[in-house]
């Protein structure tokens, strides 16, 4: 069974920077196929798509994030990364990884979309203030 164990929600200022981390356990993250995503909930709001990696290599992003968060994956470390820089109030939510474990293809188009992954951590903190 999969688990993922998300970390690195803090408090930062407006313009400041923030890496989360996601470990997981039970299976491995290398591999072409592999899919894995954050996701991020604002109170109040719906769970949305904010970054997403397939193969550890292609990626996409939310345009809400574009240019100011990197995902990345260490397969040595098993772990899922999301490097968020530039950080706005709006960016305030908490942070889930997800991975895609019973699929070997996403359609490019799909990839932000919280119906595509089945695997799930509990979620991490992050507010952004002035």
């Known amino acids: 069974q999969v688990r993922l164990v998300e970390s690195g929600g803090d408090s930062v200022r407006i313009g400041g920077s923030l890496t989360l981390s996601c470990e997981v356990y039970?299976?491995?993250?290398?591999?072409?196929?592999?899919?894995m995503a954050w996701f991020r909930q604002a109170i109040w709001k719906e769970r949305e798509g904010v970054a997403a990696i397939k193969g550890g290599v292609f990626t996409r992003y939310a345009d809400s994030v574009n240019g100011r968060f990197t995902i990345s994956t260490n397969n040595a470390k098993n772990t899922l990364y999301l490097q968020m820089n530039s950080l706005k109030p709006e960016d305030t939510a908490t942070y889930y990884c997800?991975?895609?474990?019973?699929?070997?293809?996403?359609?490019?188009?799909?990839?932000?979309?919280?119906?595509?992954?089945?695997?799930w951590g509990q979620g991490t903190q992050v507010t952004v203030s002035s």
């Open positions: 997800a991975r895609a474990t019973q699929k070997d293809y996403i359609q490019t188009l799909r990839m932000l979309l919280e119906s595509e992954y089945d695997a």
């Open positions: 039970g299976d491995s993250i290398s591999g072409s196929y592999i899919y």
